[in-house]
């Protein structure tokens, strides 16, 4: 595994760890999924070279759904 890729898969492992200590009532595959809606910018910002301008897309798939966050307490 490159380098990039290993960084980038401890950002996925922190923020899974995160969001599973925080959120309840969710499953594995669905708290992989709230990561990928709520990070879907990591996929979809471009930088642009001339302006320097941050432009957030969003994925055509995370636009039909709905995402419920049930927090513990004390966060």
């Known amino acids: 595994m490159s380098r ?3 960084k980038r898969a ?3 492992e922190k923020l899974y760890k995160d969001i599973r200590r925080n959120v309840k009532m969710y499953s594995k595959k669905e ?3 709230l990561i990928k ?3 879907s910018e990591l996929w979809t ?3 642009c070279i001339k302006d320097r301008e941050i432009d957030i897309g969003e994925i055509p798939a995370d636009a039909s759904k709905e ?3 049930i927090a513990a307490d004390g966060s």
Request: charged share 45%; glycine share 0%; net charge positive.
């Open 67 to 69: 995402v419920y966050y």
């Open 45 to 47: 910002e471009k930088k």
């Open 4 to 6: 990039k890729a290993r």
């Open 10 to 12: 401890e950002l996925y």
């Open 37 to 39: 809606l709520k990070y």
């Open 31 to 33: 708290t992989a999924d």
